[in-house]
């Protein structure tokens, strides 16, 4: 079984620098212009299944990459909930609340803000790895998010790093494999640019 982790195109957020988490953000023009050549990178391939976030950029990503296609919407793939952040700029939050919030953003840690913490997220990766793993579907396409595909990473390699070091572009294709009770990266953060 193949699982492509396709992420939003770019967003307010990620042009505003504020954090979205599992708030309501919109794609750019740029996000929207990159959705559509994600669309022309994955247009020969034919999915089996293919699941969405359950938020608009990456509902609306999967709209204009792979349209005309039977959804899913699932909270399963959703960003990691950054609680009482949400919608706020990053130097705002660095400014509140100081060092503190910069080690916990690197480890994945929004509890103390009222959002998830790495093990939160990692259980809901684990249940849509489960779900995907158990669906006897060959190819299935996850539009989704970069904090999550990071995690995703981390989960599998059973390791913790820098948040960034798995970072992905905006609508990048992701791909792994899993074959034989064991998973395997095949490509990670595509966009047909080289």
Same mark, same amino acid.
């Given at each position: 079984?193949?699982?492509?982790?396709?992420?939003?195109?770019?967003?307010?957020?990620?042009?505003?620098?504020?954090?979205?988490?599992?708030?309501?953000?919109?794609?750019?023009?740029?996000?929207?212009?990159?959705?559509?050549?994600?669309?022309?990178?994955?247009?020969?391939?034919?999915?089996?299944?293919?699941?969405?976030?359950?938020?608009? $950029?990456?509902?609306?990503?999967?709209?204009?990459?792979?349209?005309?296609?039977?959804?899913?919407?699932?909270?399963?793939?959703?960003?990691?909930?950054?609680?009482?952040?949400?919608?706020?700029?990053?130097?705002?939050?660095?400014? $509140?609340?100081?060092?503190?919030?910069?080690?916990?953003?690197?480890?994945?840690?929004?509890?103390?803000?009222?959002?998830?913490?790495?093990?939160?997220?990692?259980?809901?990766?684990?249940?849509?790895?489960?779900?995907?793993?158990?669906?006897?579907?060959?190819?299935?396409?996850?539009?989704?998010?970069?904090?999550? /595909?990071?995690?995703?990473?981390?989960?599998?390699?059973? /390791?913790?790093?820098?948040?960034?070091?798995?970072?992905?572009?905006?609508?990048?294709?992701?791909?792994?494999?899993?074959?034989?009770?064991?998973?395997?990266?095949?490509?990670?953060?595509?966009?047909?640019?080289?």
């Amino acid at each position: 079984m193949k699982l492509y982790l396709i992420r939003h195109g770019q967003s307010e957020a990620n042009v505003k620098n504020f954090f979205a988490g599992q708030s309501q953000v919109m794609l750019t023009e740029a996000g929207i212009e990159q959705a559509k050549n994600a669309g022309k990178l994955i247009s020969h391939i034919k999915f089996d299944k293919v699941y969405s976030s359950d938020l608009y $950029r990456a509902m609306d990503t999967q709209k204009l990459a792979y349209p005309d296609c039977e959804c899913e919407r699932t909270s399963l793939i959703r960003e990691i909930d950054v609680g009482c952040l949400a919608g706020i700029s990053l130097e705002d939050c660095r400014k $509140r609340y100081g060092e503190e919030l910069m080690v916990n953003r690197q480890n994945f840690n929004f509890a103390p803000y009222g959002g998830e913490n790495s093990e939160m997220l990692q259980n809901r990766i684990a249940e849509f790895l489960k779900m995907a793993t158990d669906s006897g579907y060959e190819s299935i396409a996850a539009f989704c998010h970069g904090g999550l /595909i990071t995690a995703t990473m981390e989960y599998l390699l059973g /390791i913790k790093t820098d948040k960034h070091f798995f970072a992905t572009d905006n609508c990048s294709i992701n791909i792994l494999e899993y074959k034989d009770e064991k998973w395997k990266l095949v490509l990670y953060n595509y966009t047909g640019e080289i």
